[in-house]
């Protein structure tokens, strides 16, 4: 189970740290992604880590400005996101996946989503 928080109500040009909780045991095992679906949009990627951490990829329009990390230890990726824009606007989901990939189809298990939205 992925249980994702953190989301909220932010001002542009502000800060919000979304946090993603893995209950099982093998969270090492899987590259872990962060997506989201803006309002009237399909869900699209937004960043991705190696289940090692050691590798790391971002959409072009978050390069910058989100960074995405993980915790080994306490079953748990992050996504730092500054400098938010009202187009980052969004329900954000964490996902799993045994590839190390941007597609959605690629991702198998994924948890329930945060909203965060920007205001201008």
């Known amino acids: 189970q992925l249980q994702a928080s953190g989301g909220g109500l932010v001002q542009a040009g502000g800060s919000l740290r979304l946090s993603c909780a893995a209950s099982e045991r093998t969270f090492s095992n899987y590259h872990m992604g962060w997506f989201r679906r803006r309002p009237g949009k399909e869900r699209e990627f937004v960043a991705v880590?190696?289940?090692?951490?050691?590798?790391?990829d971002y959409a072009d329009s978050v390069k910058g400005r989100f960074t995405i990390s993980r915790d080994n230890a306490k079953n748990t990726v992050y996504l730092q996101m500054n400098s938010l824009k009202p187009e980052d606007t969004a329900v954000y989901y964490c996902a799993e996946s045994r590839f190390f990939d941007v597609v959605t189809t690629r991702y198998n298990y994924w948890g329930q989503g945060t909203l965060v939205t920007v205001s201008s």
């Open positions: 880590i190696m289940r090692s951490g050691g590798s790391t």
